[in-house]
């Protein structure tokens, strides 16, 4: 491994992509910081508002906005490079041989890529550790899941960069095919908002983001954990068949497709489960205690149709204010949308039913074109036959910070200017050449 780890990170290029990246976080991070701060001017003399003050939203998701475009564009050029420089130099072959087969080699470079680019890490962890230090509040463990769902990320980009390596024959090939796979997942998630681009509403399925925001709002989301572990073992299978040259092009094409096949069809049954658990502080992204139990309680299958277009900003707010909460009180909860099984632009042609939100609890149906989370609760424990149990959700009372003056001077430099610095220097003292003796 000393070889496989001096291949990884004795290249300038990785130090100047953490660098980068490091420069990316730290303006997101800045952003936010400034941001927060002039919302909490307000907040710290309005108490429902302070209430609002959410860091997990304010600070560590900015934050890790800048990452999560560095792991996209600039992790699958750190990682190839540790096997596609070997093709060059044509060493790779040599090096099977020495290991009596190409699977130690190619577990050895995923193991060195991912060392690689660990570094772009390290600036939101330092980040968000400075902006504790300061003295704001931070919980660790919706944090630590925040942080670990990026981390789940930069694992399966780095593996299929691996992989797109053991495909091809030089870095450009095997870089280019890497950022390709990782940037699919944007063009998946344009579909998300827009009825006009609704004819790739379906493989929403397969987006990156969209499993990776559980962990950004403090749940952990067994099926995104699920979803991203297989994606990620396909990505090593894939890796393994397409570095072996025992065997024929055609059998490597062949047991390539297998994989693809099977590994689909269980991430597809891994992504249909809703199945999650409430790690935010005070539990403030499921419903009161007593309405989850409730809702838990009840014996029925519970569906709900939505009538509304994919770009209705009112169709995010139940996604994200209602079925977000009811999927951990109640994960066998059928959620319908009509209106996305058409490729149709519907948008013009929105009829008497549009808006409508039908609920259905065993052979009762009750509907309302309410959007409010407590108004749909109340009407579907009164399709069940069931009062609504009392609403007093645990107190969360927002965590306000106003950091400005020489507080805000010294985040700022360590964000701009240190933390650059700093991977850049690691970078010189790895990478400078040492005299021959």
Do not use: N
């Not at 502080?281 to 309405?291: M, N, Q």
């Amino acid at each position: 491994m000393a070889r496989e780890l001096g291949i990884a990170l004795r290249a300038r290029v990785v130090w100047l992509v953490a660098a980068f990246a490091a420069l990316l976080v730290g303006h997101g991070f800045v952003l936010a910081l400034d941001i927060f701060t002039a919302s909490s001017r307000s907040a710290l003399s309005d108490i429902l508002q302070a209430k609002e003050m959410d860091p997990l939203a304010g600070i560590v998701r900015p934050t890790l906005g800048g990452v999560d475009l560095a792991i996209s564009l600039f992790a699958p050029v750190v990682a190839a490079r540790v096997l596609a420089v070997e093709k060059e130099r044509h060493t790779f072959g040599a090096l099977c041989l020495l290991e009596g087969s190409s699977t130690p080699v190619i577990l050895k470079k995923i193991c060195a890529a991912l060392t690689a680019t660990a570094p772009l890490l390290v600036a939101p962890i330092a980040s968000i550790l400075a902006y504790r230090l300061e003295g704001g509040h931070l919980d660790g463990i919706e944090t630590g899941l925040a942080i670990g769902g990026e981390a789940l990320h930069l694992l399966l980009v780095t593996v299929f960069s691996v992989a797109a390596a053991a495909w091809t024959r030089t870095l450009a090939q095997a870089a280019t095919l890497g950022i390709f796979l990782s940037l699919t997942s944007w063009a998946i998630d344009a579909a998300d908002g827009f009825a006009a681009l609704a004819w790739l509403g379906g493989a929403s399925a397969w987006s990156i983001e969209r499993k990776l925001e559980p962990f950004q709002r403090g749940i952990l989301s067994i099926g995104s954990v699920t979803w991203l572990g297989t994606a990620t073992l396909a990505g090593v299978a894939l890796a393994l068949i397409g570095a072996r040259f025992d065997i024929t092009r055609r059998r490597r094409l062949m047991l390539s497709l297998s994989t693809l096949i099977v590994s689909g069809l269980l991430a597809f049954v891994a992504g249909r489960s809703h199945r999650g658990f409430d790690w935010s502080e005070g539990r403030r992204a499921s419903f009161p205690p007593a309405v989850s139990g409730a809702l838990h309680a009840l014996p029925r299958p519970i569906t709900i149709a939505v009538y509304l277009d994919r770009d209705d900003s009112r169709r995010r707010q139940v996604e994200k204010d209602l079925l977000a909460k009811l999927w951990l009180a109640r994960s066998d909860v059928v959620v319908r949308t009509p209106l996305d099984d058409t490729s149709a632009v519907v948008e013009a042609s929105r009829d008497e039913g549009y808006g409508r939100i039908v609920i259905q609890v065993g052979t009762s149906t009750r509907q309302t074109r309410s959007t409010s989370r407590r108004e749909i609760t109340t009407l579907l424990f009164e399709t069940a036959g069931v009062a609504l149990p009392e609403w007093s959700p645990p107190v969360y009372p927002g965590f306000p910070r106003v950091v400005e003056g020489a507080r805000r001077t010294a985040l700022v430099v360590f964000a701009y200017l240190v933390l650059p610095t700093v991977l850049l220097a690691i970078g010189f003292l790895l990478t400078r050449r040492r005299p021959v003796r």
